[in-house]
């Protein structure tokens, strides 16, 4: 889950600093949360599973790293609350903020339900606005602080079929502007990453689904091959490092090379 790559990651130090990542149980979420906590950091996961949380928190541990578990639900503004106040009660402030919610829709705009739009805007666009809400406040007071919002090369180019996640991501990296814009007077980074898709375990078993797809993914890539969990490990640590001070508003591709092919 990573850290084949973040122990190779030797000039990055994130000691001494707080990490908060939403949406690490496993894929990307649990690769980035083991890279920073190689790095130095203190890990904060959170999630709505302790028990699915326990793997990216054992293997955080087996290494050596600095973790804690804080439970959260994103579609519930008082839990997000919670969340950011216990952190700040057992570790104080958190200046780095990783936003790695998961779920997607694969379904025909013409047939989507309401309540799974909703649900899937509640997660990935409200649910990211309320976590950046409640950890600005720490960040501002402190001078300082980097978030990174896991968004999606759909987010730039519809994905067949699944074109209500697509308009989510294209928000959720507006969102991602418009906060650079508002909050880097208080030395507030915003950024996103957006893969392309990823070989992670919900990934594999779409895939697994659709066997035609994967083939086509790869031929579109000038790289040759699907993305790894490890591939976003490096982009997230230089995101959340004094090495990317200068860098907001930006949502980096991390797609081998597809957006190049039209």
Known sequence: ?????????????????????????????????????NAGAMVVTGGRDAERMSSTVGEIERQGGKVDFEPVDVR???????????????????TILVNSMGGTLIEKMVNVD????????????????LSCQAFQPGMRASGYGKIINLSSLAGFRVAKNRGSYSVAK?????LTCALASEWGQF??????????????????AQ????????STIVERTPIGRLATTDDM?????????PMS???SGQTLAVDGGMLTVR
């Open 1 to 37: 889950m990573g850290s084949s790559v973040s122990n190779r990651m030797t000039t990055i130090n994130l000691e001494g600093a707080v990490a908060v990542v939403i949406g690490s149980s496993e894929g990307i979420g649990a690769a980035i949360a083991i890279g920073l906590a």
């Open 76 to 94: 519930e503004p008082e839990s997000i609350k919670s969340f950011s106040a216990a952190i700040i009660h057992r570790h104080g402030v958190a």
């Open 114 to 129: 309401v309540d799974e739009w909703d649900n899937l805007h509640n997660t990935h666009l409200r649910g990211t606005l």
């Open 170 to 174: 294209a928000g959720l990296n507006q």
């Open 187 to 204: 030395g507030i980074r915003v950024n996103g990453i957006a893969p392309s898709t990823t070989r992670t375990p919900r990934a594999s």
């Open 207 to 214: 895939l697994e689904r659709e066997p035609q797809r994967e």
């Open 233 to 241: 490990v490096g982009p997230a640590l230089f995101l959340a490092s």
């Open 245 to 247: 001070d200068f860098v």
